[in-house]
């Protein structure tokens, strides 16, 4: 793999712009061969005009580039056997202070000008000088950053440790100034090289009290406040009708949350400073091959210099982060793994995951085996005629309903993993969007592993199913055949509510809290997995509808003889049926006020009356649908159109981020991620087209001659799923732009005190 593209892959997402722009100054390089390429014809004269668009193709040498090894030593890599003297250097490298400002300003000029150096020369060191100073202001800030949050720790820690003692020994008092956490991490670095004390080794229980006892101060649990207690319905309802006060009683429960809030805490911290170490790496060795391909495109030797400037500079110079790294990596495996540095590096540095080829497999042999029983099925309703005999009308009216919810979820699933590996594709930060936790996020792979097989179970018993329904001797046994559907709900929500650690349970148990949260609706504050499962749910109405009909068909009704026309004739059905189409649209609409509530976002009020007139527009078609009548059919039509063009509207310009008039790209954003524009012009057209779908029932297109009822039915709710589908990416890709445009890239993780009057801890 050339250079460029492992640079490329190693880049934090959402801090690709903050990263050297190598590619950009290949381009130039290429345009200096170009000049001297015009030099050398005779065609020096002419005006050249730098073409930074200037396509770059690829050397014709095949290279390989490993960036696990030394950046090729910087400036070390440049002293061969045979030293240049310093007259054969070329560019001399200043560093300047900008007015009013005290960050370096590094500017680049030539100690020898000749006629071989033209402006694409020139406009190669300004563009390169203008990226190492992007790169050192950038990590300057960030250095900055991790040091206030290194301090917040300390304080965090502090307390933590004092609240130990306090319950260990509640007599126990202390007027002794509190050391930094930090420091004392150093302290305990430097002991244990002055000691030689193993990884293996630990300290016990009572030698880490005495410390704990010399260092900390009991003062400062007079200003904590401790914010432990997990986010509950009830917990939610008492801080919305009382305020919160200072609290100087801690119980054992609320330490050890207290514990493992920080214990994350100080994981995510260590995440974000090895991030910082590796994009400070690799800018270093970008600079270094940018500099050596100058050199051997002009034959100069300019990149002893500017590289020596490198290794001098900020970027190569700072040991905060290194510090860091020590200290937390000292107080974490003291605090957090019982002095095991074995077992604390391997929480601190979690292994990537890794790709099984087992998945891969089983995934080919499922979905093998389901175009098989596809044809089988095919063959079968064609060669007994099924579509055309006596039980046709029952089968899709009471057994189709049944099978088709699984339908819903498989397709929901194959446009899931579809949008897994295109968000994968095209470096969308998926995992931390959603805040999965480290290494347990399904990949592609994983999700199409999970459909084939639920894929495979309902095609296997609908080919049961069928064969019992059409061997006489069989016949008798109807009972079982039609129980056949039942089992298989049964089975596949045994499996989602399994406790045991099989079948991703991480990834089970994300999605159940989620749905939980989406239940108690305003209760809990909203996250975005939230509203995102939220808005899954508003596509998915007819499998909810499909699941109410379970209930009609096997508890109401007799589904001995296929018999369920009192369960659906009844009032109660319907107006339950309306309930169930209303409620994720009311759960959306809740959500919204949940964080208008919270102030996250004042549009959010705008998005809540958007589902306010979903569920106006729902009621609208559903009593037209009842009772018909042209004025109701009227009503019906008005409100589908203002919510269609409503939610059409906000999905574009809100979601998706698109229809920017004054953007650099016509009517789209100024950065996008799919390589044509174009792509976003046909998803606008098909949203638009897909939107318009759920007015069937507003025009009486939910009848039609030549297919039957529920079967259109279910084409029009898969047509609704692939629309959610299509919009899952687009609205991914808006929020990780906007991470990317902010530089975020690690999610905050709330610390368990607060202090009044921000007083020091």
């Known amino acids: 793999m050339k250079f460029g593209k492992e640079f490329a892959s190693q880049m934090i997402p959402e801090w690709q712009e903050a990263y050297m722009n190598y590619n950009h100054l290949k381009i130039l390089i290429k345009e200096i061969l170009i000049f001297r390429e015009l030099q050398k014809n005779g065609s020096s004269t002419l005006a050249y005009q730098p073409n930074p668009s200037l396509p770059s193709k690829g050397s014709s040498r095949k290279r390989k580039v490993s960036l696990h090894r030394a950046f090729s030593g910087l400036t070390k890599s440049n002293s061969d056997s045979k030293e ?53 202001g950038f990590y300057k800030k960030k250095v900055g950053e991790m040091v206030n949050e290194a301090e917040e720790l300390s304080k965090q820690m502090n307390a933590l440790i004092a609240l130990k003692i306090k319950i260990r020994d509640p007599a126990f008092c202390s007027s002794t100034p509190i050391f930094s956490s930090t420091r004392f991490a150093e302290e305990q670095i430097t ?48 801080n919305a009708f009382s305020r919160s006060k200072l609290n100087f009683s801690f119980s054992n429960k609320e330490v050890r949350e207290a514990e493992r809030k920080l214990q994350q805490a100080f994981i995510e911290f260590h995440q974000k400073l090895r991030h910082l170490k590796t994009y400070a790496f690799l800018n270093q060795l970008a600079f270094s091959k940018i500099m050596k391909k100058y050199d051997k495109s002009t034959s100069r030797n300019a990149s002893k210099a500017y590289l020596e400037m490198v290794e001098k500079s900020y970027l190569n110079q700072s040991h905060e982060v290194a510090k860091l790294v020590e200290s937390v990596e000292a107080v974490y495996i003291e605090h957090f793994a019982n002095g095991n540095r074995g077992l604390g590096m391997k929480t601190l540095r979690n292994k990537a995951k890794i790709d099984r080829q087992c998945v891969t497999f089983f995934t080919g042999c499922f979905v093998g085996l389901s175009l098989a029983f596809v044809v089988a099925i095919i063959l079968m309703i064609h060669v007994r005629n099924l579509l055309k005999s006596q039980g046709r009308d029952k089968y899709m009216t009471n057994i189709f309903p049944l099978y088709s919810v699984f339908g819903y979820l498989v397709l929901h699933f194959l446009m899931y993993a579809g949008n897994i590996y295109y968000w994968k594709r095209f470096r969308v930060n998926y995992s931390f969007i959603f805040g999965f936790k480290p290494n347990t996020e399904l990949g592609y792979r994983e999700v199409l592993l999970v459909t084939s097989a639920l894929s ?31 089992g298989l709900l049964i089975a596949v929500l045994t499996i989602a509510f399994c406790p045991f650690n099989i079948v991703y349970r991480s990834s089970r148990f994300f999605l159940i809290t989620c749905i939980w949260h989406c239940i108690c609706v305003p209760l809990y504050k909203v996250t975005l997995p939230d509203f995102f499962l939220a808005d899954q749910l508003t596509s998915q109405v007819q499998l909810f509808r499909n699941l109410q009909f379970y209930i009609c068909y096997y508890v109401w009704g007799d589904y001995k003889t296929r018999e369920s026309s009192e369960c659906r004739g009844s009032s109660i059905y319907h107006d339950i049926s309306l309930v169930i189409a209303i409620i994720p649209y009311y759960i959306r609409f809740m959500q919204c006020l949940r964080r208008l509530f919270d102030g996250e976002d004042s549009s959010q009020a705008v ?20 009772e018909k009548g042209l004025t109701l059919k009227l009503v019906a039509l008005a409100a589908s159109v203002v919510a269609t063009v409503f939610n059409t509207y906000w999905d574009l310009v809100c979601d998706w981020g698109l229809l920017r008039r004054n953007s650099e790209n016509p009517w789209l954003r100024d950065k996008l991620l799919l390589p044509r524009r174009s792509f976003y012009f046909i998803a606008m057209v098909v949203n638009v087209i897909l939107r318009l779908a759920w007015m069937q029932t507003v025009f009486d297109f939910h009848e039609a001659p030549f297919v039957h009822r529920t079967a259109l039915i279910a084409f029009f709710a898969s047509m609704e799923i692939i629309r959610r589908g299509i919009w899952n990416f687009f609205r991914l890709e808006n929020e990780h732009l906007n991470n990317v445009g902010k530089y975020r890239a690690f999610k905050s993780v709330p610390l368990p005190f607060t202090y009044e009057n921000n007083k020091d801890l």
Request: proline share 3%.
């Open 191 to 238: 002991d244990n090289k002055m000691h030689g004390v193993g990884n293996s080794q630990r300290r016990t229980g009572s030698d880490r009290i005495n410390k704990e006892q010399e260092m900390v101060s009991l003062d400062v649990l007079n200003h904590v406040k401790i914010n432990v207690m997990p986010e509950t319905p009830l917990s939610s309802l008492k």
């Open 607 to 626: 998005n809540a009356l958007k589902y306010l007139s979903t569920i106006a527009a729902v009621i609208a078609r559903t009593f037209y649908v009842q």
């Open 456 to 486: 495979l179970l309902t095609l296997a018993a609908v080919l049961s199913n069928l064969e019992m329904d059409i061997d006489e001797s069989a016949r008798s046994s109807r009972t079982i055949t039609d129980l056949i559907p039942l």
């Open 84 to 136: 240049k003297d310093d007259d054969d250097q070329v560019i001399l490298v200043k560093s300047m202070h900008k007015p009013l400002e005290e960050e370096e300003n590094y500017r680049t000029v030539f100690l020898h000008l000749s006629e071989d150096v033209g402006e694409s020369e020139h406009n190669f060191f300004k563009r390169l000088d203008d990226e190492f100073n992007k790169v050192i």
